[in-house]
């Protein structure tokens, strides 16, 4: 916020509207309209004097308003000069509602006539063209800016994702409601998908395969060429190009009329050219509604990586960044490698910045390939999440080759080849992780337990189970090498359950203590994980270093760095929370733009600053 410039307070309950720059009352479907409106004029392309917000539709002696209504280009304002209608609504509302779905829209289409193209979005996505006998019928999209008709696109027309979200919400979830399929498979069929869009866009001249055509769409054998002449080949080459991510006989698995629709809703937008926090905050927010979390595996919070990542890279200097071993051995959804990953672009791309480099971002994006395909390794033992973790890391730069599924209790023994040749066991510079939590996540195999100091550590007998969380510790500790680093989230209990003094005691044998940062509960409301979370900041000793801790040898001018953040840009229902000025409005940036109250992300500044 410091770098920001504010230029507005927006009272509570209400929202700024894209169009108009006026006030309107901060709802659920205010929200989607606002989202729709600049999606219209963003990725479009159609211009805001030529869009009116609830215009109201004449039919009869009644007036009823239609949420968006876009105008011929340059007429008046009237409903004689209607051209496109716009109808948003919450995800709640069914497009099979009498009195708010594609029925209402109909309605305002048949009322309006000059009216020809008609968009009914919500959970799903409906696109309606009048026919010149009056007819309205159903077609793929609504046309561009410029434009008479909808038509299959080419590669000059992509455009970057404002809101991409939206769009991989509406797919998966429409997938999940007519491809007879369960969420998880539903979401295995769009991570099929993504990446045949984005072999696509790297590998096409300018004929886009990922795409379909308003007719095509509309009739059986038409969507069937599209899957079977230009999808399934398409898939087959993703699957060459990616063994380790889809097995050899792997297919799409989604009927003909659901993948025409899915192809329609992303063939205009460029995966390639979208930010990459863009695509990752979408790629997130599916991820998060197939993860269970019922092995105790939760989804880590962003801002939780990237305070945790920040601290730990401010601690090196910044030329040897893209030379640290970073591994992650219970990595789940990625979250911690990807945050490495986004931290260290920036970094990169500040110094090509410095340089003045030619194709800086091209620069940018081999110098972060090449580092990771080096120096990023991950491990799950979850086959679902090992996947996941591994398209994480291709949509933010890769990495994704050096993901495996391995139990990383085990001992090396019990792992796959390709794992041990790759794994740095006892070299890593860096460990990141967040270990599966709860009472049902307990380790009580006795060959495992065997190998670890803490199952016998001030114990007159091996503890025959302990909780995996406790076990993790000494595992990333494992991965190291003397003086490097450990990240891991914890729950409050290990650092002050009088039952877990001999934990603490193995640690402060083991490691220094760098910082202590005691988080929010409210942190991991999104995903039901620990309610009581800490980061913990450790450096493994060197061997001359743990003989003089068991000698009793103590470095007394040993700091730890300690805080409390009070607030996790979150409520206790995962809401997102904005700073307000002290009469209750909010703040907003000169682009409209609010302030998360998420104290997390200010306590790296506060570290690197002490």
């Known amino acids: 916020m410091a770098n920001a410039k504010v230029t507005y307070l927006i009272p509570p309950g209400s929202i700024r509207c894209f169009i108009t720059g006026k006030l309107r009352k901060d709802t659920p479907e205010e929200n989607v309209r606002q989202r729709w409106a600049r999606s219209l004029v963003e990725e479009y392309g159609y211009p805001k004097q030529d869009i009116m917000i609830e215009f109201p539709i004449r039919m009869g002696t009644a007036k009823k308003r ?31 509602d009498r009195s708010k779905g594609e029925d209402q829209l109909k309605t305002y289409m048949a009322a309006s006539s000059s009216c020809k193209y008609g968009l009914w979005v919500g959970r799903e996505r409906s696109a309606f063209e009048r026919l010149s006998h009056g007819e309205i019928a159903s077609i793929s999209d609504i046309p561009r800016a410029g434009e008479d ?71 059986e054998s ?31 698995k989604l009927e003909p009329i659901v993948l025409a629709y899915i192809v329609a809703e992303m063939q205009y937008v460029s995966l390639l050219d979208t930010e990459t926090d863009v695509k990752g905050a979408a790629y997130e927010e599916l991820v998060g509604q197939n993860l269970r979390g019922d092995r105790g595996e939760y989804f880590t919070p962003r801002n939780v990586c990237d305070m945790t990542v920040k601290i730990i890279q401010s601690m090196f200097p910044e030329q040897e960044l893209t030379n640290l071993k970073v591994l992650d051995c219970c990595c789940g959804t990625g979250g911690f490698l990807v945050s490495w990953i986004d931290n260290l672009r920036h970094i990169i791309r500040t110094q090509e910045e410095r340089r003045r480099s030619r194709d800086s971002e091209g620069k940018v994006r081999s110098r972060i390939r090449e580092t990771c395909s080096r120096n990023l390794f991950g491990l799950d033992v979850n ?146 994980g620990v309610n009581n979370p800490s980061v913990l900041i450790m450096q493994k000793f060197t061997k001359d270093q743990i003989q003089k801790a068991e000698a009793g040898i103590i470095d007394e001018n040993s700091m730890v760095f300690m805080a409390a953040p009070r607030t996790a840009g979150i409520d206790k229902r995962g809401k997102s929370i904005f700073l307000r000025h002290p009469d209750g409005r909010e703040l907003i940036d000169e682009n409209g733009n609010r302030f998360l109250d998420d104290g997390i992300a200010a306590v790296s500044d506060q570290f690197i600053n002490r």
């Open 66 to 96: 239609a949420d968006i209504v876009i105008f011929k280009p340059g007429a008046n304002q009237i409903q004689n000069e209607i051209t496109i209608i716009v109808e948003a609504k919450r995800d709640e509302i069914k497009a099979s």
């Open 149 to 219: 008709r909808p038509r299959r696109p080419q590669r000059t027309d992509l455009q970057v994702a404002h809101d991409l979200t939206s769009i991989l919400r509406r797919c998966h979830n429409y997938i999940h409601a007519n491809g007879g399929l369960q969420k998880a498979e539903a979401f295995h069929e769009m991570l099929k998908l993504i990446f045949c869009k984005i072999y696509d866009e790297e590998e096409s001249t300018l004929e886009l395969e990922f795409a379909v055509d308003p007719k095509e769409q509309r009739s």
């Open 222 to 252: 038409g969507r069937r060429r599209l899957l079977e002449d230009r999808i399934q080949p398409l898939f087959e080459k993703v699957r060459e190009r990616y063994p380790y991510i889809f097995e050899e006989d792997e297919h799409i």
């Open 383 to 528: 086959p679902f999440l090992v996947r996941t973790a591994q398209m994480n890391l291709f949509i933010h730069g890769d990495g994704s080759t050096n993901v495996f599924r391995v139990d990383s209790t085990r001992s090396l023994g019990e792992w796959s080849e390709e794992a041990r040749k790759k794994i740095p066991l006892g070299k890593a510079d860096i460990v990141l992780t967040n270990p599966p939590f709860g009472a049902e996540v307990k380790i009580d195999d006795a060959h495992i337990l065997d190998r670890y100091e803490l199952s016998k550590w001030e114990s007159q007998n091996i503890r025959a189970s302990m909780p995996a969380e406790q076990l993790f510790i000494e595992t990333a500790m494992t991965f190291l090498r003397g003086g490097g680093i450990l990240g891991i989230v914890l729950p409050d209990g290990i650092l002050n359950n009088p039952s877990l003094r001999f934990l603490r005691s193995w640690l402060l044998r083991r490691a220094r203590i760098i910082a202590s940062i005691d988080l929010p509960k409210e942190t991991f409301s999104v995903s039901g």
